[in-house]
């Protein structure tokens, strides 16, 4: 078992930063990988970062250079640095993680960028 918690959400003017941070705790040793998925409304969910136990990065096209994933493995807490906030970045942002065949989702953190 493992469980998420996410925290940094709120409303931002464009151009602006965020910090998300997805706090781990439970069963963190068989975690092969984190990420931070997001679903604007009315649309599917997408992913945004990905970040491998062995430090490798993914990124979703439209977040490139504008968003950094990184990890503080002490702290057990994933990071999603979001820089440069457009508004169509507007959208509820999930933590993942994977555990080989099962999968862990938090409970979601609203991120709303006005313009």
């Known amino acids: 078992q493992l469980q998420l918690v996410e925290s940094g959400g709120g409303l931002v003017q464009a151009g602006g930063s965020l910090r998300l941070s997805c706090a781990t705790s439970?069963?963190?040793?068989?975690?092969?990988?984190m990420g931070w998925y997001r679903q604007p409304p009315g649309k599917q969910r997408e992913l945004v970062a990905s970040i491998t136990s062995g430090g490798f990065t993914n990124y979703g096209d439209s977040v490139k250079g504008r968003f950094t994933i990184s990890r503080d493995a002490t702290k057990k807490t994933v990071y999603l640095q979001m820089n440069s906030l457009k508004p169509e970045d507007t959208a509820v942002y999930y933590c993942?993680?994977?555990?080989?065949?099962?999968?862990?989702w938090g409970q979601g953190t609203q991120v709303t960028v006005s313009s």
């Open positions: 439970g069963n963190i040793f068989s975690i092969n990988s």
């Open positions: 993942h993680a994977n555990l080989g065949f099962e999968n862990y």
